[in-house]
């Protein structure tokens, strides 16, 4: 998940771009569009992973970085702090989306926030990505086995329905979240999370 | 006494001051979701949005097709905007699979997209419409969208689930008096969109019932990570096509619609504006097109994408819309997470209707730009 296939850049190109201080709010020029998007020089990128990971050590791990999309990958016992410190000090101010991520090999389900800013015009291009990483009960038990983290909602008032969505979903429960009920499936759904891998849709 | 009832089910003494009503999910006033709303006496004290009645699991479904199967079902959740609600689609799976999209093929993209956008727009305005009572609204928009609809039948061939972007570029090339044709119908659209001004947004009826009625602060605009155009009726400039251009729009000649009153009356406007910016950057693309070429770029039979993710979002007629795209070295995408403008903008119904009068519900609900089945996927 690391790794990206972005080697094909053409060396002449990079060199010029390093050559004149390159701002995240530099115009780009018109003429040279099409080059500009297959080239990332993601250096603003990389000083805002770098000012998350110089901050928390090895709590935070990069899982990439791309053209306006950072991931930063961390356990669930640091994801308040981490993303109390996104909210405060990177002016990354609502979350775009939750989503849940089922592997069941490894025994996790992986829940992705989708962080965004709107009052910083500078980061209205990003989308930093913060995951982390649950355990995963064969046997679910929404609510009182031991898939489950920290809720959010203080922090990012915003993802209120999305971890809502995301419990019945996946099975997450999100300890102090308000409101830990169902919000798509029915109330008498009386099978397991329907986005785990091994829910099978019938017929398939 | 409460456990046993059934789930969901709740029981609720007659002598209480305050009553539950139930709006929807068959109500015409709500569509296809529930807002379980206490009053007292005619004031509205608590509302809960209950959506989920036409859940269809895309998100699940997209785990069981190819990256190309999962194009014409991807669009069910608004029909109404299916060129839209494909593209962050094809964006990703484009960044996925590293496709190139030929240049022709993003100017008929945005061209497609603006146009739906508009019949989108047109669709949500006749209902505003005609739930204020106003039953022209309702019969105008009807009419004019169907000139916008049979140009984008023209394009792709069916009136309203296109299914017309595929990663790559779009499924096939404009007919031959496609342009004029669509600079025809733009410019009489605009011209009627003008009418449209007089008769409804300048309406004195239709101003005293939607001014000042729930009103969107700035700052909860942003705190509630509301989007499209219940965020810029609150005064934050935040729109897609500007902030991070795809495909052609920065090359495009447009400005993105802010308001800053944030009450119902921005809120129904804003879209209103989108639509004749909208016309300006149909007419744009036009000019800017490049008159040959090819449309798309050929894919290798059942592409694989590699263990990599990406999320690509645009601006729908709802707001942003974001496709998060997992995937895991097979023909099937891992996991595909769409987040839409109105599941994200529910968020704000009960504050916005907290402390309102029962009859501003529908002004002050139509307003947000909500559509149930998008919301519900």
């Not at chain 1, 998940?1 to 190109?13: F, Q």
């Not at chain 2, 190139?100 to 008929?108: D, G």
């Not at chain 2, 096939?172 to 003008?194: G, H, I, M, W």
């Not at chain 2, 605009?221 to 795809?246: C, H, M």
Request: charged share 30%; with cysteine; net charge neutral.
């Amino acid at each position: 998940m690391t790794s990206k296939k972005k080697t094909n850049a053409e060396p002449s190109e990079t060199v010029e771009e390093k050559s004149h201080p390159v701002t995240e709010e530099s115009k780009p020029e018109v003429a040279k569009k099409e080059e500009s998007t297959l080239v990332p020089e993601p250096t603003f990128e990389k000083s805002i992973a770098s000012r998350i990971v110089s901050k928390f050590g090895t709590k935070t791990v990069i899982g990439f970085i791309k053209p306006n999309r950072i991931r930063i990958n961390t356990k669930k016992e640091d994801i308040l702090d981490v993303a109390s410190y996104m909210r405060d000090e990177l002016n990354f101010d609502h979350a775009e989306s939750v989503s849940g991520v089922d592997y069941p090999e490894s025994k996790e389900i992986e829940v992705v926030y989708h962080l965004g800013s709107y009052s910083d015009p500078q980061l209205a291009k990003q989308i930093l990505t913060l995951a982390t990483r649950l355990p995963r009960e064969d046997v679910p038990n929404p609510g009182k086995d031991s898939t489950r983290m920290p809720s959010l909602r203080d922090i990012f008032y915003s993802v209120e329905f999305h971890e809502r969505e995301c419990f019945e979903m996946l099975g997450v429960y999100f300890d102090g979240h308000p409101d830990n009920r169902r919000l798509l499936l029915p109330e008498d759904w009386a099978d397991i999370p329907p986005l785990r891998k091994d829910f099978r849709v019938k017929g398939r | 006494m409460t456990t046993q009832l059934p789930p969901g089910m709740q029981l609720e003494r007659v002598d209480e001051r305050i009553m539950t009503l139930n709006v929807g999910p068959q109500h015409p006033g709500s569509g296809h979701m529930r807002l379980i709303i206490k009053v007292d006496g005619d004031y509205i004290v608590s509302c809960d949005p209950d959506p989920g009645y036409v859940h269809r699991g895309e998100e699940k479904m997209a785990e069981y097709r190819n990256y190309i199967q999962n194009i014409p079902h991807l669009e069910r959740p608004v029909i109404h905007d299916s060129c839209n609600i494909l593209y962050p689609y094809c964006l990703a799976v484009e960044e996925l699979l590293g496709i190139e999209v030929p240049e022709r093929a993003k100017y008929i993209r945005v061209i497609a997209s603006e146009l739906n956008r508009c019949v989108y727009t047109l669709y949500w305005l006749s209902i505003y419409g005609i739930f204020l009572g106003h039953s022209t609204m309702f019969m105008w928009p009807m009419g004019d969208r169907e000139l916008l609809i049979d140009l984008l039948e023209a394009l792709s061939g069916a009136r309203v689930t296109h299914a017309y972007f595929v990663p790559g570029g779009v499924r096939n090339d404009t007919p031959s008096n496609f342009e004029e044709r669509c600079l025809r119908q733009v410019n009489y659209f605009e011209k009627r969109l003008k009418e449209y001004e007089d008769i409804f947004y300048q309406n004195p009826v239709l101003k005293q019932r939607t001014e000042g009625t729930g009103i969107l602060s700035r700052m909860d605009a942003i705190r509630l990570g509301t989007t499209g155009s219940v965020l810029r009726s609150a005064g934050v400039d935040f729109d897609i096509r500007k902030k991070e251009p795809y495909d052609v729009y920065e090359n495009l000649d447009f400005q993105s619609q802010v308001l800053k009153e944030g009450d119902s009356y921005a809120r129904s406007r804003v879209p209103y504006l989108d639509m004749l910016e909208s016309c300006r950057i149909i007419k744009d693309a036009l000019k800017k097109m490049p008159k040959s070429g090819s449309v798309r770029t050929k894919l290798k039979p059942n592409p694989k994408g590699g263990n990599d993710e990406a999320y690509r979002r645009v601006e729908s007629g709802r707001g942003a819309l974001g496709m998060y795209v997992v995937s895991d070295n097979k023909i099937e995408p891992y996991r595909v997470k769409i987040s839409v403008g109105s599941f994200r903008n529910m968020i704000c119904m009960p504050y916005l209707l907290k402390g309102e009068k029962l009859g501003n519900m529908p002004a002050v609900y139509w307003s947000l730009n909500y559509w149930p089945v998008e919301a519900d996927r």
